[in-house]
């Protein structure tokens, strides 16, 4: 009976080692994060690399600007994520990623387009295998290119397996010429110690000169909040929407684009979103923005799937989202916007080009 209770109080023991062994090691990294994290400006400037065409912006010239959320290189139609009700953490291996690469490349070759919105394009991050995504669409594309962090962390120490060093953000591609590119912060809705793992989310704002005119062409590259609550993703559009406001009283053109995470006026009617569905977005109403401006986007085709689980072609056994699109000022004529169908081959999300002219 003694010995009984020898072997009880020695496994109890170990138990109780591990459980402290645990926590210090856990408030280690809480402390390590903590003290590694990313705290940006709330205003910084970012660096400009022209391109091989750095054309002068024109009033009636027609052009095309492109949003595309390339998930990284590893959300293809082939994978799932936890944190949209799935099971998936990392690509299968670096061939996946490479592949992708390559496909969203070809597709935003075919676009042509003059300007290209890119979210979630990674530096030097463990889940895309340590891929400069960068230099791969700026010299793929011979485009200029400024890149601002959405997201950087030494280490992300969630789920298992874990996500590791993480470093992406937003990348503007374009062959128009940029007089200065801007990283603006956007609020983060998120508290210690939760934030020091997660996402700073941003606004990538350039401005290019247009000739024989005193106003600027302001472009303005986002990739909006999906996993907080409400109040967060409402703070984000309120910042957004000083900002536009703040160039409407300039005079100056405006584009916002990229991948707002909220489901555009009208387009739930289309592809309704189930109670249970694992994600759920938020809802943009018109009242979001400013008075002068306008949504654009095309409810023609989905923009972004689910990641419940893998995506075997069939629309109806997945939930669907438009997501992706424009907001424009009132000088900027839309003579077009399209989704284009790529049957999520390479990404979560679809490309979505606008064709414009300003006014």
Avoid at 36 to 56: I, K, L, M, N
Avoid at 85 to 93: E, N, S, Y
């Amino acid at each position: 009976m003694r010995s009984g209770r020898n072997i009880l109080g020695r496994i109890l023991g170990f138990i109780l080692l591990l459980a402290v062994l645990g926590a210090l090691l856990a408030g280690g990294v809480v402390g390590w994060l903590t003290v590694a994290e990313y705290q940006p400006d709330s205003v910084e400037p970012v660096a400009v690399t022209a391109g091989a065409r750095h054309a002068q912006t024109a009033v009636g010239k027609r052009y095309k600007i492109v949003t595309f959320n390339v998930g990284y290189g590893g959300l293809d139609a082939s994978q799932d994520f936890f944190m949209d009700g799935g099971k998936g953490v990392l690509p299968r291996d670096e061939a996946e990623v490479t592949a992708n690469l390559s496909g969203l490349l070809s597709a935003l070759s075919l676009q042509k387009a003059d300007i290209c919105l890119l979210q979630e394009v990674d530096l030097d991050s463990r889940r895309s295998f340590w891929t400069d995504q960068r230099e791969h669409f700026a010299r793929g594309l011979m485009m200029g290119s400024a890149f601002a962090y959405n997201y950087k962390c030494a280490f992300v120490p969630f789920p298992w397996p874990p996500l590791g060093k993480i470093e992406s953000g937003l990348l503007t591609l374009n062959n128009l010429a940029v007089s200065e590119a801007t990283r603006e912060q956007l609020p983060v809705p998120f508290s210690w110690p939760l934030r020091v793992a997660n996402l700073k989310r941003c606004l990538l704002v350039e401005r290019m000169p247009i000739a024989e005119s005193d106003k600027e062409l302001v472009l303005v590259n986002l990739h909006l909040e999906a996993y907080s609550s409400q109040e967060g993703r409402t703070a984000q559009m309120a910042q957004l929407a000083q900002l536009l406001k703040a160039e409407a009283l300039k005079g100056n053109y405006v584009i916002a684009g990229g991948d707002f995470n909220q489901a555009f006026p009208g387009s739930v009617a289309q592809y309704p979103i189930p109670a249970e569905a694992g994600w759920i977005p938020g809802q943009l109403m018109d009242s979001d923005l400013p008075a002068g401006y306008r949504f654009a986007f095309d409810t023609r085709t989905p923009t972004c799937r689910a990641l419940e689980t893998p995506y075997q072609g069939d629309r109806s056994a997945v939930v669907m989202y438009v997501i992706d699109g424009f907001i424009v000022s009132a000088n900027v004529k839309v003579n077009s916007v399209q989704t284009y169908d790529l049957n999520f081959r390479n990404s979560d999300h679809q490309p979505v080009a606008m064709e414009f002219t300003l006014q």
